[in-house]
RNA sequence: GCGGGGGUAGCGAAGUGGUCAAACGCGACAGACUCAAGAUCUGUUCCCUUAGUGGGUUCGAGGGUUCGAAUCCCUUCCCCCGCACCA
């Protein structure tokens, strides 16, 4: 933080004053030689460079110095309150291009809804505890405490070299007690609740983290840190939060977040993946065992000839017992083969199935038939009961694992327009039909005969309607030091103990031993061993942490209130703020963290904390920032260091290309030469202040400035409120080149600056640092960054004065009249002949009519959505009242068109109205033979 | 397979019924300045024509609706992303 002080300091003197171009010193350079002269010039061609770093240092000291982007009390302010957050970095110790762009927009937003009137909470924190941290401690034998700080240091020094308008008191860390205390409070709550539980189960285990992992963080059957990695499956007892119990909620929600984009809510969609269908329960045959199955189609229920159950199905001991040994090791075998295979070998597409017969039988209470009970590798343990019903005739993959095994094929579903033939089926036939073979319900239709079915079984005792999700619970255990200690005592009398409230935060210890392999945690002995907060007795402390996913799924609470002592934060300030009204974020946060969040945010409304069902109303995910086509990467080599771009061109030249060169959810392709463009364009406006020969009078250009001014402010103002911050930056270009040729022009000296200072403060969000610097050169006293946005008035935006700028107004108004006049009959061309021999000809085009008067707008306004023959009349009447003011015109020639008989009636209109000669002809050349036979050295018109 | 998003001039990228041959930027070309290069400024940049506020053909392809389509509808091709042996 010094140290940026003192260099603002140094550099604000170099500054002042300076920000123009300055000469090249050329003449000292000719006696030079060769390599000298190019030295030289190098040289001079820096010198020439406005110097934006410094000019950033500058403000961006001052700006820390009078606090000027501090959030007000959101208690007593009288502002609208605006949360803009986004995803807060992990701390690996640089900022990437990615970070830039995203902070870049969320703080031109933030800037943006300041300058509007907003009480703009707009914080950055640091998502502190993770892997990276405990590898590093790990590798170079630190302490993953200290390596994060001096991560946290470097990337926010960063991230104020950027101009970033941060309300820096409220940043936060998550792995700081005052944080991870509350994680471990909201633990507790959610324990009481029932919502956080341990069990034992199969769950991810990534080899190269050493932990378990969450569903959501198993990608592709590899783990999400570690794509090399493929995940193993171990049966283990760990943590859980139920965020099931949410399921219905968190999918029925995602209706609400229509300011999310679309592919996020499908994704979360697909991840929760509810399906609606029956449990139907079997008796097993000579024994008093049932097994239920899950299933959409219940309808097919008759036609089941045999089922399969997951390797991992805890009924298989059971179901073995009793049965001959050399099945039961039979089977035994071929389980031990299935789980030993990994997760991709068994989930891939298209993987021959695999199975074994049980040795047992069960019964299908629709029918009384028995069929064989397999186990079969395509089953999964996770999904449903565990148990899919075999429906061979119609189920493709229970038709592939029937053939494969010479099981019964049994058709149930018949298609209307032929019958089908077990016998030579090459595949399931999976669509709609009448039922067949299913006894009372045959000829019913198969959509009706679902709820028929289920409610058969239902009444038989043997099956009810079912709801089956594919999300699972939340697995928050890790078998890691980095993290928020899970807060559990585990006592030999009383079992699982949670650590009393009081005894808050369990902080994380000193000294653990991170080079002994498996969790650091565990080799800290007065961590480990505790007393039982119940008994007193020794007990073991649980050395399992929690997944860094809980620390960001309440994180945007927390900067309501940041330094609560006694609570996670405050319910009215919280009130106040949320939801977030702008989050923005990386697209591969889809499911995981938005998913935790909204979950998080269900459940701590439900303990009473807050008042909102979702966190964030409206999402911006980032498009990836590549490079020659490719993402960059350190791997590939392209990857450009922001930090360099900063040095080199200043921090607003990097915002400004980055908003720029791409629509913020749009993949951005860096390119060197926008970096370039971008930059002449801040040099572009700030050589709008240098000396400047200007009028107090009136100019002919005024109302064409001012009109582009008002039009720059208005188009702007939506772009920016509408997150397309390129093409508000196109219309901030447009005014700025405007203005530019306006400067030369000797202009009105009131017009001109009030348009540049407008453009300046329309460019502060964007370039906050220049505008700064610029709008205290133009003596303006306070900040441009908090001063009030422009506004526009729509009386100003003169688009006729706009389009009359580069024209001759009176002959492109007749003209303009024609053309309209034209558009009405449709010609194919209008040409008009002057008297001094010149001859204009126009395409009849409607954006030449629209270009006309507010009446001609009228005109089309009558047209629109009614086909012109049933208006052609009206508008013949409508046209001449819009030229009645014209000047009076010699001669109108009319050629004939096939379709346009009306031109003869319109012809005699136009005569009296203007009292000229009309004459109608045949072809184009004879047309103007006669215009210039008949009318010699006068205008005439000619519609062809 | 299911779901989502796209295909616009040499490139990036706006434009979702009418001032659209299509903003803005890059690149390219020409001119000014310069001994020259760079930087800067001016103009041009789909094709033809040009004295032009001219003509022609365009917005993946084909068809349709409309007075009028890059924009709406249908068909089709291609690309990207997510999910996927989900019973």
């Given at each position: 933080m010094a140290a940026t002080k003192k260099a603002a300091a140094e550099t604000d003197e170099k500054v002042s004053g300076k920000v123009e171009k300055k000469t090249s010193g050329k003449a000292a350079t000719k006696a030079a030689g060769k390599t000298a002269v190019a030295d030289a010039h190098a040289e001079s061609r820096q010198r020439e460079r406005l110097d934006l770093k410094a000019v950033a240092l500058k403000w961006q000291a001052r700006w820390q110095k009078d606090a000027i982007f501090r959030t007000e009390d959101p208690l007593t302010s009288k502002k609208k309150t605006y949360y803009c957050l986004e995803m807060f970095p992990y701390p690996s110790g640089y900022l990437h291009m990615g970070h830039v762009r995203n902070y870049s927009l969320g703080d031109v937003y933030a800037r943006f809804k300041r300058m509007n009137g907003f009480n703009v909470l707009y914080p950055m924190g640091y998502d502190s505890f993770g892997l990276p941290a405990e590898n590093a401690a790990i590798k170079h034998r630190k302490d993953p405490h200290e390596w994060t700080e001096r991560n946290i240091h470097g990337i926010k020094t960063q991230q104020q070299l950027m101009g970033l308008s941060y309300d820096w008191s409220r940043k936060l860390a998550t792995s700081h007690p005052d944080y991870y205390k509350w994680n471990q409070w909201f633990f507790l709550k959610l324990l009481e609740k029932g919502l956080a539980y341990k069990r034992k189960g199969a769950v991810n285990w990534c080899p190269d983290c050493n932990t378990v992992l969450a569903n959501e963080q198993v990608v592709d059957g590899k783990c999400w840190r570690h794509p090399e990695t493929e995940v193993e499956s171990r049966d283990l007892e760990q943590w859980y939060f139920k965020i099931t119990q949410y399921a219905d909620e968190l999918l029925a929600d995602t209706e609400k977040l229509?300011?999310?984009p679309e592919r996020v809510r499908t994704m979360q969609r697909n991840w929760i993946g509810r399906s609606e269908g029956t449990i139907i329960t079997f008796k097993v045959k000579s024994s008093d065992l049932t097994l239920e199955t899950f299933t959409t189609r219940p309808d097919t229920a008759f036609g089941i000839t045999y089922t399969v159950i997951a390797a991992e199905h805890p009924a298989i001991e059971r179901l073995l017992e009793g049965l001959p040994k050399q099945k039961r090791e039979e089977v035994r075998k071929f389980i031990k083969e299935t789980k030993k295979r990994s997760v991709i070998d068994r989930t891939a597409e298209g993987k021959e199935k695999n199975g074994v017969f049980l040795g047992r039988w069960a019964i299908n209470p629709l029918t009384g038939e028995e069929f064989p009970l397999w186990v079969a590798d395509y089953a999964l343990a996770e999904y449903g009961t565990g148990m899919v019903m075999a429906v061979p005739a119609h189920d493709q993959r229970d038709f592939e694992f029937a053939k494969k095994y010479g099981l019964p094929i049994k058709v149930v579903i018949s298609p209307d327009a032929y019958t089908l033939n077990p016998e030579k089926m090459a595949r399931a036939y999976a669509e709609d039909g009448v039922l067949v073979n299913s006894g009372e319900f045959d000829g019913t239709k198969n959509q009706e005969a679902m709820d028929l079915i289920t409610a058969k079984l239902e009444k038989m005792g043997a099956g009810r309607k079912a709801v089956n999700y594919k999300l699972r619970d939340w697995l928050v255990s890790r078998q890691r030091y980095w993290g928020t200690p899970i807060p559990v005592v585990y006592c030999g009398k009383c079992g699982t103990v949670p650590v009393p409230e009081k005894d808050l935060p369990v902080k994380l210890p000193e000294g653990a031993d991170f080079q002994a392999g498996g969790n650091p945690l565990t080799t800290v002995k007065g961590f480990v061993d505790v007393q039982c907060p119940r008994c007193g007795k020794p007990a073991r402390r649980e050395t399992d942490t929690m997944d860094t996913f809980v620390d960001s799924s309440w994180y945007f609470l927390r900067y309501c209130d940041p330094h609560d002592a006694k609570q996670p934060f405050d319910k009215e300030a919280a009130g106040k703020f949320m939801p977030v009204d702008q989050y923005i974020g990386g697209i591969e946060h889809a499911v995981l963290h938005l998913l935790y969040a909204r979950f998080f945010t269900k459940a701590l409304r439900d303990l009473g904390?807050?008042?909102?069902?979702?966190?964030?109303?409206r999402l911006l995910t980032l498009g990836m920032v590549t490079k020659d086509g490719a993402k960059m990467s350190k791997s590939l080599g392209n990857v450009v260091d922001p930090g360099a771009i900063i040095d080199k061109y200043g921090p607003d030249t990097a915002r400004l290309f980055i908003l720029f060169a791409a629509l913020p959810e749009k993949e951005l392709e860096w390119s060197d030469q926008g970096v370039e463009a971008s930059y002449r364009f801040l040099c572009k406006v700030a050589g709008l202040l240098d000396d400047v020969d200007a009028t107090s009078g009136q100019t002919k250009h005024d109302a064409y400035v001012r009109s582009k001014l008002h039009t720059a402010i208005k188009r702007a103002t939506d772009e920016f409120d509408s997150f397309r911050f390129s093409v508000a930056i196109q219309h901030l270009m447009e005014l700025a080149n405007t203005l530019a040729s306006y400067k030369e022009q000797r202009p009105n000296r009131a017009l001109y600056y009030e348009a540049v200072d407008a453009l300046l403060l329309l460019l502060s969000p964007v370039a906050p640092h220049l505008s700064e610097e610029l709008w205290e050169r133009r003596g303006h006293e306070g900040y441009a960054s908090v001063a009030a946005w422009p506004t526009h008035d729509d009386k100003l935006i003169d688009e006729k004065a706009e389009a009359a700028y580069?024209?001759?107004?009176s002959l492109k108004a007749d003209i303009r009249t024609v053309l309209a006049l034209a558009k009405i009959g449709q010609p194919k061309r209008i040409t008009l002949f002057l008297a001094d021999g010149w001859k204009y000809s126009f395409a009849g085009r409607m954006k030449e009519l629209l270009a006309e008067t507010s009446d001609a707008k009228a005109v089309i306004a009558a047209l629109m959505g009614s086909p012109l023959k049933q208006h052609g009349q009206e508008l013949m009447k409508l046209v001449p009242a819009i030229m009645k003011d014209r000047s009076k015109l010699p001669a109108i020639l009319l050629t004939k068109h096939e379709?346009?008989?009306q031109y003869a009636a319109f012809a005699d209109d136009l005569a009296k109205e203007f009292g000229c000669a009309v004459s109608i002809e045949d072809a184009e050349k004879s047309a103007e033979q006669k215009a210039k036979q008949s009318f010699p050295g006068k205008p005439a018109i000619l519609v062809a």
């Open positions: 229509t300011g999310w904390l807050v008042d909102v069902d979702e966190p964030f109303t580069q024209a001759v107004e379709e346009q008989a």
